[in-house]
Nanobody
Framework: QVQLVESGGGLVQAGGSLRLSCAAS????????MGWFRQAPGKQRELVAR???????NYADSVKGRFTISRDNAKRMVYLQMNSLKPEDTAVYYC??????????WGQGTQVTVSS
């Protein structure tokens, strides 16, 4: 099992920026794909961004050009830099790990609120 702890959420005005961090423990970090998901009230959880063990990235269309996912294998960290935030980005953001076996683990989530 992999333990994930998110941090960096908060309240920001539209157009502002936040950087989310996720600390991972309990597994060989570098071999895992990492991702950020979000869930807004009344909506399903959706993929925001993913970074593979090889460093390839993919993003939801709604955040392309605004969000950047990155990882530091030495520190066992994954980050989500969020710029030009919009009220519709308001959600609980979850860190996700997908192991080569296909098993997944989740963090507890961090709230991001963007005011208009």
């Amino acid at each position: 099992q992999v333990q994930l702890v998110e941090s960096g959420g908060g309240l920001v005005q539209a157009g502002g920026s936040l950087r989310l961090s996720c600390a991972a423990s309990g597994s060989i970090f570098s071999i895992n794909d990492m991702g950020w998901f979000r869930q807004a009230p009344g909506k399903q959880r959706e993929l925001v961004a993913r970074i593979t063990s090889g460093g390839s990235t993919n993003y939801a269309d709604s955040v392309k050009g605004r969000f950047t996912i990155s990882r530091d294998n030495a520190k066992r960290m994954v980050y989500l830099q969020m710029n030009s935030l919009k009220p519709e980005d308001t959600a609980v953001y979850y860190c996700n790990v997908r192991r080569p076996s296909g098993l997944e683990d989740w963090g507890q989530g961090t709230q991001v609120t963007v005011s208009s």
